[in-house]
């Protein structure tokens, strides 16, 4: 189909970037430095400074920096972790891998965790929470630490789409012990391929998850016990290094256009927008997504595919807790479920002008009668 809006442009990326992304590729492969060279170092430094903590490590993707954080932190069987349903499977999932239970509580009004409900959901085998912050936009980090501070629990945060956002000015992925991110092409900072990594404080998380991520060596010639192979190779880590340069103008182009996207369908009583962009107060939102909640959803993605605007609706319509091949439909998370039967994701990407902002608004305004 001839898109007029895509929901992710690669190619326009690439074109704004071509000269520096073929010099980038042309350096890295004519000096041979292709796993754990210089490069990779490079960026897990700048990252961990453009974070806020002393280390980060790379990792072949954010699902391999989620499992084998809970690892490197000790979580395993019979242990319990509090997430949320309305995430990505893959969340889950590192959960599972781990060996660990997970539990799932719902959300609040800005769809990431609803932080009153974490405190009844702990037992006795509850070691850690895990935040997700979707969409660009940090959870309840205070009330988060608050409670784990309190239970003795772990923190590792849930970061793959909100690189960059903060409250009070602390970044994601620098209040827990560890922060996990994803580098997939879709995400502000995207890759060309599969890439994540994990942040820390820890001197003691960092080893363990360099350790990890490489069959378990932990200094030439010894293995330190069994593990996996889940490296960020140095092509990647060299072009994520020079995206994340551009990554803070980046960031405020898309608050820009989710400002617009707000003044444009605010008054709309048929939608439910994400929290305005504001420039005071504690959230610094970065719109990785613009998700909202819309009646008569269905027809609207409908409608808005034959005037050539390309949309997403979040897991494909499901929070991880409504598979029941993974059998955790006991939850009961009636506000997660609510969402999904009108979640829709609208385009917004770094390479958007405000026209199509306009386009893809007055589309929608139309089709409600506005």
Not at 10 to 27: D, H
Not at 138 to 162: H, K, P, Y
Not at 338 to 358: C, D, H, K, S, Y
């Amino acid at each position: 189909m001839n898109w007029k809006v895509r929901f992710v442009d690669y190619p326009a990326q690439f074109r704004a970037m071509e000269k520096e992304i073929m010099e980038t590729i042309r350096t890295v492969l004519s000096q041979g430095d292709l796993m754990l060279r210089q490069q990779l170092r490079d960026f897990e430094a700048n990252l961990a400074a453009f974070v806020g903590t002393r280390y980060a490590v790379g990792t072949s993707n954010c699902t391999d920096a989620l499992h084998l954080s809970l690892r490197a932190a000790g979580i395993g069987p019979g242990d319990e972790v509090i997430t949320v349903s309305h995430t990505f499977v893959a969340t889950v999932a590192a959960i599972h891998h781990a060996g660990a239970v997970p539990i799932l509580i719902d959300i609040g009004e800005d769809h990431n965790m609803n932080v009153d409900l974490i405190k009844r959901a702990i037992t006795p085998r509850t070691k850690a929470i895990l935040p997700v912050h979707l969409n660009g936009r940090l959870c309840n980090m205070s009330a988060v630490m608050t409670v784990a501070e309190e239970q003795g629990l772990l923190v590792i945060e849930d970061s793959a789409q909100a690189l960059g956002a903060s409250i009070n000015g602390k970044r994601g992925g620098a209040f827990g012990l560890a922060g996990c991110f994803s580098f997939y092409p879709a995400k502000m900072l995207g890759s060309f391929g599969d890439a994540g990594a994990m942040t820390t404080n820890s001197k003691e998380m960092a080893e363990k998850v360099m350790s990890l991520r490489d069959h378990g060596r932990s200094a030439p010639g010894e293995v330190s016990g069994w593990s996996f192979n889940c490296r960020l190779d140095n092509l990647q880590a060299a072009l994520l290094d020079l995206k994340l340069k551009r990554l803070p103008a980046w960031i405020t182009h898309r608050r820009e256009l989710a400002a617009l996207y707000h003044r444009k369908l605010s008054g709309l009583k048929q939608i439910y927008l994400p929290p305005h962009p504001t420039k005071n107060g504690p959230y610094f939102d970065v719109f990785q997504n613009y998700e909202l909640e819309a009646e008569n959803r269905d027809r609207l993605v409908a409608r808005l595919k034959e005037k050539g605007i390309e949309t997403m609706i979040t897991w494909g319509g499901k929070g991880v807790h409504q598979f029941k091949s993974l059998g955790l439909d006991h939850f009961n998370l009636p506000r997660t479920e609510r969402l999904f039967q009108g979640v829709l994701m609208l385009p917004l990407t770094t390479e958007m002008a405000n026209e199509q902002i306009g386009y893809v608004a007055d589309t929608i305004r139309d089709f409600y009668g506005a």
